[in-house]
């Protein structure tokens, strides 16, 4: 039985919501309890609690949740409800319900004086805790973003989540940081204080990591000598609706190189990055599903102030048997001798047996290969050869990635950044491991890995931390870079007689000078759903959008917009509906290099009204689209042609599309405004007719870029998710209110029998039980009512409180989930409903049939 197994992890930490925007969600745990391991709460004898607090990553297609205590997931600390949810550790992709992570945390290792110690956010088997935030609104995390549209708009943002919080390793009470039984004393602190700023973003190349920027200070009076740095996870890789048996089949590795693109100078990138996924993907009846945790995630240290860092990956499996609490273990040598940790060979217990595995730079071989023999390299058996498979091909597994050594002296500061990614398809055909998985032959298996979009991620992680080619310092250097060479042929009887005639630069990596930045799509536009009878309308105003500046074009580049709709709010249920877009081209021009020739992008797109008035106003770009339909330009001598940049829909008069409201209004009027302040010259409108009224969808407008040629990026587009608006096609609440429409309640009769969950009408992420996932409906509500439901007799069953009165969405919309206030499920009957508000009172009768 694994550690997780035998110990109670079943306690529901509740945390009271204080902070809610359209991107994040804060919260921070009741009173000054926390919680340890086992499950129990204990008080904080200190005079001020820590503000104890969680925010979650959710504007990328990685959802993280992370704490102002050196941790990221939730389960360090239990469950963590947030705004009436259960806030997922790492959902990837986000709104999927699969689940990648149980909980990780920072380790901080080191020698003071005479002394070795280690101070751990989490640990995993004794509960110890052993950094926590200062009290009141100096602990609290602090969220920001660059989205000027979003209420948590700071012009000093990195990016478009950035989450920021303070932490030290300073407290030494038992009852919060709990007594290691091994050590057998209390906590010893480093005198360490962590700030901690988590960056997360929306864009295409960047929705699938969070980075960790770490500034780690000496706030002692003596040096901290041979500080070693580590992040400890402990991953899963399940849908929620198997969480009981998701943990037990998760493998991990360390891998040090992935492959560049095929055109790329260089072949491989170092990224020497430490993975963990499910063995197989859990496949379903031979394919993959929406429950196939298909992905791979993992840890790579993007930034340290020492380029010459010693890496140490280590894995292990914790168990309360110790025969099966296991890890690779060098069988030591005269250099360095084998330190035993008990009767185990896994779980480094206590301060200094943490320190060894942190500070001795070993690199585990990969879990699949547990039961290949590695005692030519020096390792240990696995003490029950049985279990050795059992091992390799997947276990409850948690990593090490440990990084070092350094010299803190009093007042000084290290600066670390962390990459904490996901890379999706590791796992291709769902039938690959029943196929080629054999323990004693696992590498043909891990062949079918596929590790390109991990290591793009990756690749793409460094590139954001620190931009390629660009000089931020101005000292001359722009980074590494490898050379594209151009040959000529001068010898027709010799073709290897050829010289270089022309050759530009690749950059592969920065100067080494910190970014935090990268090219971004416009920011999309705040959007208004007016609902009727099975249609709605979107309002939008683009003034932020369209005037939007590049940060490395210093240009507006602007291209056009997207309407999108689903019943989900996973990103791929999305649906384009309509697109509007500028009248523009891309220029390619004929360049030849003595023998060598090729079509060149020379300019970013040109309207076609510049194009028009500079060629003359019959002129038709179109005519001219490739290299067999060129244009010879009268003024330079040029050889050309042009193709659109996008669709080029660009008519903003059909009201059957993308329509302006206003086109009579000019954006040079400064009076010509919205009661908002907007300029009416930019308000937008999208109808949609033909929806269900009786489900809710999921509306977006997105704001799209034309790319950059500096970066070799096409065109960005904003992530559908970030200006989400969920809401029913029925009349809305001052409709109701306007015209006194009656109440509807639907389905009645609710039948048992109704199959309204496989018709996705309920519990469409299959998330909870069927019990607990009957809806029924209440439509065409005032903003702020009551609802009562009573039996026949006239028992009061549920009430339940609709408070809208600003409107909005749903405002003319309630649920119930047939739960009665007691939260038992009611039984088959008749039963009386009432709604009562300032416009009066309207009573019904509803059948539940079971």
């Known amino acids: 039985m694994s550690l997780r197994e035998n110990l109670i992890w079943g306690t529901i930490v509740l945390i009271s919501l204080v902070s809610v925007s359209t991107s994040h969600a804060i919260a921070l745990f009741s009173g000054a309890t926390v919680e340890t391991k086992h499950g129990s709460t204990a008080k904080a004898v200190i005079s001020e609690s820590p503000n104890l607090q969680f925010a979650v990553h959710d504007i990328g297609r990685l959802a993280m949740t992370i704490s102002n205590s050196g941790t990221f997931g939730t389960s360090s600390l239990g469950t963590t409800i947030i705004d009436g949810e259960i806030a997922l550790s790492c959902e990837y992709p986000i709104n999927s319900r699969i689940e990648y992570l149980f909980t990780g945390a920072l380790w901080i290792g080191a020698v003071v004086g005479r002394d070795t110690l280690v101070s751990v956010a989490a640990e995993g088997w004794f509960g110890i805790k052993e950094f926590f935030p200062d009290a009141g609104a100096a602990g609290e995390i602090v969220v920001r973003t660059n989205l000027k549209n979003d209420p948590d708009y700071d012009p000093m943002a990195i990016s478009e989540q950035d989450m920021i919080c303070s932490f030290t390793d300073t407290f030494i009470d038992p009852g919060l940081t709990g007594e290691d039984p091994i050590d057998n004393r209390p906590h010893l602190p480093l005198n360490v204080a962590v700030r901690q700023s988590s960056y997360a973003w929306s864009y295409e190349y960047a929705e699938d990591f969070v980075l960790f920027d770490y500034k780690i200070s000496n706030i002692g009076v003596f040096p901290i000598r041979d500080l070693y740095l580590a992040i400890y996870v402990d991953a899963v890789a399940y849908h929620k609706s198997i969480e009981s048996e998701g943990f037990k089949d998760d493998v991990c590795g360390f891998r040090r190189t992935v492959a560049m693109p095929a055109d790329f100078c260089i072949d491989e990138d170092t990224v020497n990055i430490a993975w963990i996924a499910d063995n197989d993907g859990d496949p379903v009846n031979g394919g993959w599903d929406f429950r196939s945790p298909v992905a791979v995630t993992g840890t790579r240290v993007i930034r340290s102030p020492n380029d010459n860092l010693r890496y140490g990956f280590n894995w292990w499996i914790s168990n309360s048997i110790a025969s099966l609490d296991f890890g690779p273990r060098m069988a030591g040598t005269a250099d360095k001798p084998f330190r035993s940790f008990g009767s185990h060979l896994g779980t480094p217990t206590g301060d200094r047996n943490k320190y060894f595995v942190m500070s001795q730079s070993d690199f585990d071989y990969d879990q699949f290969f547990t039961s290949i023999s590695h005692t030519g390299e020096g390792y240990l058996a696995p003490p029950r050869p049985d279990a050795a498979t059992d091992f390799a091909d997947g276990y409850d597994t948690r990593y090490l990635l440990s990084f070092g050594p350094f010299e ?336 509807i309640v639907y389905p009645n009769p609710y039948r048992i029998d109704g199959n309204y969950a496989i018709a996705g009408y309920e519990n469409r992420d299959r998330t909870k039980s069927a019990e607990r996932s009957r809806t029924i409906h209440f439509s065409n509500l005032p903003r702020v009512c009551k609802i009562r439901i009573f039996t026949i007799d006239g028992d009061l069953i549920r009430e339940i409180d609709h408070y809208h009165p600003e409107g909005g969405p749903e405002s003319q919309h309630e649920t119930w989930n047939i739960i009665s206030r007691n939260t038992q499920a009611v039984v088959t009957g008749v039963y009386i409903w009432q709604v009562a508000s300032e416009m009066g009172e309207q009573l019904g009768k509803l059948v539940i049939i079971k």
């Open 408 to 743: 803190v002296r009093p007042g000084d500061s290290l600066p670390i950044t962390l990459a904490y990614l996901a890379g999706d398809n590791f796992h291709v055909h769902p039938n690959d491991y029943a196929n080629f998985y054999d323990p004693l032959n696992p590498q043909a298996y891990y062949d079918k890995l596929n590790f390109d979009d991990f290591g793009l991620n990756a690749r793409w992680a460094e590139w954001i931390f620190d931009n390629p080619g660009y000089d931020t310092d101005g000292d001359g250097d722009s980074g590494k870079y490898c050379w594209n060479y151009f040959w000529a042929d001068t010898s027709e009887t010799d073709p290897s007689d050829s010289f270089i005639v022309d050759s530009s630069k690749t950059y592969y990596s920065g100067d080494g000078v910190p970014d935090f930045r990268g090219a971004a799509p416009p920011p999309p536009p705040e959007i208004t759903v007016i609902p009727g009878f099975g249609k709605v309308t979107l309002r939008w105003n683009g003034q932020e959008s369209e005037n939007a500046i590049d940060v490395f074009s210093d240009e507006k580049d602007f291209e056009g917009y997207r309407v999108y709709y689903a019943q989900d709010k996973r990103q791929s249920d999305f649906v384009m509906l309509a697109s509007y877009d500028l009248e523009d081209y891309k220029i390619y021009e004929f360049v030849a290099r003595f023998d060598s020739v090729s079509w060149v992008q020379v300019s970013i797109p040109v309207t076609g009204d510049s194009l028009r008035a500079l060629y003359g106003a019959d002129f038709d770009p179109n005519e001219f689209y490739d290299d067999f339909h060129y244009f010879n330009d009268p003024y330079s001598g040029r050889i050309l042609y042009f193709k659109p940049q996008d669709w080029n829909q660009s008519s903003l008069n059909n009201p059957n599309l993308i329509y302006k409201i206003y086109p009579g209004a000019s954006r040079h009027d400064p009076a010509d405004t919205t009661e908002q302040g907007h300029l009416r010259y930019y308000e937008y409108a999208y109808e949609i007719p033909n929806l269900q009224p009786s489900v809710p969808y999921y509306f977006s407008v997105t704001a799209f870029d034309y790319g950059s040629l500096r970066t070799s990026l096409g065109s960005l587009e904003s992530s559908p998710l970030i200006n989400i608006v969920r809401e029913y096609p029925l009349p809305s609440a001052d409709e109701v209110e306007a015209n006194g429409l009656d109440v």
